[in-house]
């Protein structure tokens, strides 16, 4: 089995008019099929911008990113992903702008239907079925855009910041709800926060990337075992290992 996705000697500069600017430098990074890799950094350090260049939708950058052992060279189908804002269509409704993914790919639309009014049971809003974004609240839209990330089941999701409009409670019913999703489904996710303590909550392993350009500073293993429960959050391996964490970024700069 290749690696879910592998990711060496990535090196993003933006052409801009008051001169380039260097997003990220040398990145390296892999993951197994099935691992949760959380990224935390402070902001503008190129997080947005390693999620956009995995799933294909950057202009060439120098190093490779391979997903599966595929060259990844334009938008890769088998990626779900959920923007830091929800980027949702605004004359679709809920349902429709869930189901575009499903239209695009021309994927059996009746059974994914249904799996769509799972999903948006899973994640709180039945009910808004037909209600258009503009008339939903920022955190509702981002569980839209988590129920169109998840409706073609992709081995590989990119999270960015997907749970940054929500309220501290539903935030944590969410990481639940994703570390749900996840036991049963199995997924490689790259999940990218600014929540130290949601970052290891979720993870395998958590990335730490520098200032920018961003740079792998330091990576953390995560053993905790799993399920994990509000519980886990209390527990002295839990309280280290986000201490450390804290401590790395704050000797480089803070989480911005
Ligand atoms: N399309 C673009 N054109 C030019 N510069 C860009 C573009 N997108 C991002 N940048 C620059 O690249 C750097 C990294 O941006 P990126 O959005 O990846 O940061 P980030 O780590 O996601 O930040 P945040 O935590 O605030 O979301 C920033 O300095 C930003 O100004
Ligand atoms: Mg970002």
């Not at 099935?34 to 990224?39: A, D, L, M, W, Y």
Request: positive net charge; proline residues 7%.
């Amino acid at each position: 089995m290749p690696a879910a996705f592998e990711i060496s000697g990535l090196r993003v500069v933006y052409p801009s008019r008051l001169g380039p600017v260097h997003a990220l430098e040398g990145i390296s990074l892999q993951a197994e099929d099935g691992e949760f890799i959380s990224v935390l950094g402070p902001s503008g350090c190129g997080k947005s911008t390693l999620m956009k260049a995995l799933a294909g939708l950057l202009p060439p950058r120098q190093g490779s990113i391979r997903i599966y052992g595929e060259p990844v060279r334009g938008p890769a189908p088998g990626v779900g992903i959920v923007f830091q804002s929800a980027v949702l269509m605004n004359w679709r409704t809920v349902l429709g702008n869930i189901m575009l993914q499903v239209e695009v790919q021309r994927l059996d639309y009746r059974a994914h239907l249904e799996r769509a009014r799972d999903l948006i049971r899973l994640v709180g809003i039945e009910g808004f079925e037909h209600h258009y974004p503009f008339q939903l609240s920022g955190g509702m839209q981002q569980r839209v855009s988590l129920c169109r990330a998840l409706i073609h089941d992709p081995p590989l999701l990119l999270m960015d910041e997907p749970f940054g409009a929500l309220d501290a409670l539903t935030r944590e019913m969410m990481n639940l709800e994703l570390q749900r999703i996840w036991l049963d489904r199995r997924k490689t996710v790259l999940f990218i926060t600014h929540s130290i303590s949601e970052a290891v909550f979720l993870a395998d392993r958590v990335v730490v990337l520098s200032r920018r350009p961003g740079r792998v500073q330091a990576v953390a293993q995560v053993a905790l075992p799993r399920p994990r429960d509000l519980a886990t959050m209390e527990s002295p391996d839990f309280v280290r290992i986000v201490g450390e964490l804290r401590r790395e970024l704050q000797a480089h700069g803070g989480l911005g």
